[in-house]
């Protein structure tokens, strides 16, 4: 879907769930690996939560995986009760997300 500094984002529009909040799945692949706390990672899964109607979102659930595109061992699971929504910033990579989750029929 877009590419970030050392990144390609996809996105996994099958995942796509609507209700108050809408949720979608995202993959970040790394093109050379990264590193959280002495381990080394290719990928990170998210799952984000949308407001539609208040144009915020805020990660839900975040995985880490040391092969490419969720792949590989899992580590650091980060399922949360979820940080505050933030609004989304027109322009930006979120906001792409943001329009592709909120415009799923």
């Given at each position: 879907?877009?590419?970030?500094?050392?990144?390609?984002?996809?996105?996994?529009?099958?995942?796509?769930?609507?209700?108050?909040?809408?949720?979608?799945?995202?993959?970040?692949?790394?093109?050379?690996?990264?590193?959280?706390?002495?381990?080394?990672?290719?990928?990170e899964k998210y799952v984000v939560d949308?407001?539609?109607?208040?144009?915020?979102?805020?990660?839900?659930?975040?995985?880490?995986?040391?092969?490419?595109?969720?792949?590989?061992?899992?580590?650091?699971?980060?399922?949360?009760?979820?940080?505050p929504m933030k609004p989304v910033a027109?322009?930006?990579?979120?906001?792409?997300?943001?329009?592709?989750?909120?415009?799923?029929?």
């Amino acid at each position: 879907m877009a590419a970030e500094n050392n990144a390609d984002v996809l996105a996994d529009t099958s995942s796509i769930r609507k209700g108050k909040v809408t949720k979608m799945t995202h993959v970040r692949d790394y093109r050379t690996p990264a590193e959280w706390s002495g381990t080394k990672y290719s990928s990170e899964k998210y799952v984000v939560d949308y407001d539609c109607e208040g144009r915020r979102s805020g990660i839900s659930d975040r995985r880490f995986y040391t092969g490419p595109m969720g792949t590989g061992s899992m580590f650091n699971y980060g399922a949360t009760s979820g940080p505050p929504m933030k609004p989304v910033a027109a322009g930006t990579l979120d906001d792409a997300l943001w329009k592709l989750a909120c415009s799923a029929r």
